[in-house]
């Protein structure tokens, strides 16, 4: 059992700040990357940012320089801290986590439930 609980969000206004968390639980065998997916109403769901184990980390070009994405190897757990948001970054953010166990080719793959930035409250 792998679960992942988002946390964050919230109501901002445009050129405002949010930060986003992901925390993975569960029978976890190797992380091959963490991070985050978004999809906007209409569109297809797009990477945003995500670290691997090796510690590399990629963005989305549309965010190069505005998000950071950092992880906390010890508890399993990504953030993404958003700077600058505009209405165009409106979407559904997706923690995504990628695993894999020893003998097997297909990696697993988990989603959070989804967070709607900006939200409401």
């Known amino acids: 059992q792998v679960q992942l609980v988002e946390s964050g969000g919230g109501l901002v206004q445009a050129g405002g700040s949010l930060r986003l968390s992901c925390a993975a639980s569960?029978?976890?065998?190797?992380?091959?990357?963490m991070g985050w997916y978004r999809q906007a109403p209409g569109k297809e769901r797009e990477l945003v940012a995500t670290t691997t184990s090796g510690g590399s980390r990629n963005y989305a070009d549309s965010v190069m320089g505005l998000f950071t994405i950092s992880r906390d190897n010890a508890k399993n757990t990504v953030h993404l801290q958003m700077n600058s948001l505009n209405p165009e970054d409106t979407a559904v953010y997706y923690c995504n986590l990628r695993t894999k166990r020893p003998g097997v080719i297909i990696e697993a793959a988990y989603w959070g439930q989804g967070t709607q930035v900006p939200g409401t409250t």
């Open positions: 569960g029978s976890i065998f190797s992380i091959v990357a």
